[in-house]
């Protein structure tokens, strides 16, 4: 069974800064690229930002590069997202997710198979 452990979301000050981590269970770490879709009210699930747990290749969305950070640690399975200068903007859900596709060229390609449950970052003025 495949299985989500994420962490991290919550309330900060635009200018701020949070860490997500996700630590997924019940398939190879390795085979997937992981990382995280958002979706904020009213607007369609994006995503953000990937990670391919193989080789380290990393995606970015546009509006967070320079911004955000993602990293894996393949000895505790775990894939972090640091959240640097949040920008109102960035206020959604952000649903860890993984993929196993092998021929991502870019993060719009990105599907996702296995979803998290997702957790809040909501940033204020």
């Known amino acids: 069974e495949v299985h989500f452990v994420e962490s991290g979301g919550g309330l900060v000050q635009a200018g701020g800064s949070l860490r997500l981590s996700c630590t997924p269970s019940g398939f190879t770490f390795d085979d997937y690229h992981i990382g995280w879709f958002r979706q904020a009210p009213g607007k369609e699930r994006e995503a953000v930002s990937f990670?391919?747990?193989?080789?380290?290749?990393?995606y970015y969305k546009d509006s967070v590069k320079g911004r955000f950070t993602i990293s894996s640690d393949g000895a505790k399975k775990t894939v972090y997202l640091q959240l640097n200068s949040l920008k109102r903007e960035d206020t959604a859900v952000y649903y860890c997710?993984?993929?196993?596709?092998?021929?991502?060229?870019?993060?719009?390609?990105?599907?996702?198979?296995?979803w998290g449950e997702g957790t809040l970052v909501t940033v204020s003025e």
């Open positions: 990670i391919s747990s193989s080789n380290g290749r990393t």
């Open positions: 997710a993984a993929d196993s596709n092998s021929l991502i060229k870019d993060i719009t390609t990105i599907r996702g198979e296995y």
